[in-house]
């Protein structure tokens, strides 16, 4: 038996199989949110072990659990944020003539940026005010956990000023390395 004589990688073939280069980016809101989700999987986990197996749950687990929680949701959504995958309705965009997009773009982060400002400022108000107010379980005041919203909430703001500039130095015009339909 004779062995056919080597050719290019998908000469013959019609379906290529290449695994593309795999870069890792590292950026603050993504190890911030990675800590924070496999910490909150310990807890939820240690919930489960006291309560099931040794028929004697931690109470403390339940309680940190939630703020754990409530801190990836803010700081996943400066993720969500960063790479631009917010929920959004763009069919204004494929109807509307060149300069009235460029216009709904800047409006568009205008008020994206305003928003999170907004939320940057209550989160800011709130943090303040729970300083007196202490969590059930442990002698700590809750002003910890309005912290780690506050901070989801700066990572936010920076993201959207950061998109804004880029936006702005195109012009408002569509991104073209963001073409198409993003799937991750």
Do not use: K
């Not at 909150?40 to 309680?63: C, D, G």
């Not at 901070?151 to 000023?161: D, E, F, N, T």
């Not at 936006?167 to 993003?182: E, K, T, V």
Request: proline content about 5%.
């Amino acid at each position: 038996m004779s062995t056919p004589p080597p050719t290019a990688p998908g000469a013959d073939h019609l379906i290529v199989v290449e695994d593309p280069d795999v870069e890792i980016e590292h950026y603050p809101e993504d190890w911030i949110a990675f800590t924070l989700f496999w910490l909150m999987a310990f807890v939820v986990f240690l919930q489960f072990f006291s309560r099931y197996i040794l028929n004697s749950s931690f109470a403390w687990t339940e309680e940190i659990a939630r703020y754990l929680l409530m801190w990836v949701t803010f700081v996943g959504a400066a993720v969500a944020m960063r790479r631009r995958s917010h929920i959004a309705v763009e069919v204004l965009h494929q109807f509307l003539p060149e300069p009235a997009v460029r216009l709904l773009n800047f409006l568009i982060d205008v008020i994206v940026l305003g928003f999170v400002a907004l939320l940057v400022w209550y989160a800011w108000q709130v943090t303040e005010r729970m300083e007196i107010q202490r969590m059930t379980v442990f002698d700590l005041s809750m002003s910890i956990v309005y912290g780690g919203i506050l901070v989801g909430c700066l990572l936010m703001l920076w993201r959207a000023g950061q998109m804004f500039i880029a936006n702005a130095r195109r012009g408002w015009r569509p991104d073209p390395a963001r073409q198409g339909l993003i799937i991750d």
